[in-house]
């Protein structure tokens, strides 16, 4: 969180309540990392049980749970 600034912290393993308040808060780029977190919280709302956030060339240790954001129902 509070990215790009000197506090920047990665969310690695967020509750889906802990990501909508980010969102309600303003704290996501509405071009960029916003519509990927609607996305998980859609997803998990939906019945999903993972929703992973992660660049492409980190997708298979995404999917290990080794890296990026991981959302759990």
Do not use: W
Request: hydrophobic residues 35%; glycine residues 8%; proline residues 8%.
């Amino acid at each position: 969180m509070n990215y790009d600034t000197p506090d920047q912290r990665p969310l690695r393993r967020p509750s889906p309540e802990e990501l909508r308040a980010h969102l309600d808060a303003g704290e996501f780029v509405e071009g960029s990392l916003q519509p990927k977190i609607e996305a998980c919280l859609r997803f998990i709302d939906q019945g999903g049980e993972r929703a992973v956030v992660t660049a492409p060339e980190h997708l298979m240790d995404a999917l290990a749970g080794e890296t990026g954001t991981q959302v759990r129902a």
